[in-house]
């Protein structure tokens, strides 16, 4: 059941969810929708996908290592990919490292950031996504709850004022087709 209310707080919350079962279904997703410009966490996940994504489309793929970042110019990245740590069903939330710091950067200004969890990881509780949080070589850790969003004094909400204007969890399952049951729910205890 934890894996029906990761996607339930996540529709909530105004992001997406989508389980994928290795490279070619993760390329598959991400082609899918991504704009001109597409910037990729260096992680062997996104390393392996390469070569499928650039066939896919007339876009862009660059990985973050290889951006040049300028601090004064503006970034002009349509959608960023990232590997996260974990994911709480309970609120919907995402949790994504800062292990190169141009993705924490990167991940502020597109329109689209699809973040990518190890199936293992798709199902924290709290107290676990507070340890891996606290994990982290680098102490940052985005706390991810839908994409970004703000309203003003009139209530009127807008999407993507500082952030993705979209936020879509790919939950990705590393072995074989067999492998992609429904995320194992552990018991309460």
């Known amino acids: ?101 141009e993705a924490f950067r990167l991940s502020l200004c597109p329109r689209r950031h699809y973040v990518i969890v190890p199936a293992d990881k798709a199902c924290l509780t709290m107290s676990e996504a507070l340890a891996l949080t606290g994990q982290e070589p680098s102490g940052l850790v985005s706390w991810l709850t839908g994409p970004s969003r703000t309203a003003d004094i009139e209530k009127v909400l807008v999407l993507g004022a500082q952030g993705a204007g979209e936020l879509i969890v790919i939950v990705y399952y590393e072995g074989g087709i067999e492998e992609k049951m429904p995320i194992k729910d552990r018991e309460k205890g």
């Not at 970042?69 to 503006?74: L, N, Q, V």
């Not at 974990?86 to 710091?101: D, K, Y």
């Open 1 to 101: 059941m934890l894996a029906e209310l990761l996607r339930q707080r996540l529709e909530e919350n105004r992001a997406e969810l989508a389980r994928v079962c290795g490279v070619a279904e993760l390329a598959q997703v991400i082609s899918s929708n991504t704009g001109n410009n597409l910037a990729l966490e260096d992680h062997p996940w996104l390393r392996a996908a390469y070569e499928q994504l650039t066939s896919a489309q007339q876009v862009h793929v660059h990985f973050l290592s290889e951006f040049d970042i300028d601090p004064k110019a503006p970034l002009q990245v349509d959608t960023v990919v990232t590997v996260g740590l974990g994911a709480i069903p309970e609120t919907g939330t995402v949790l994504v490292g800062s292990r190169v710091p």
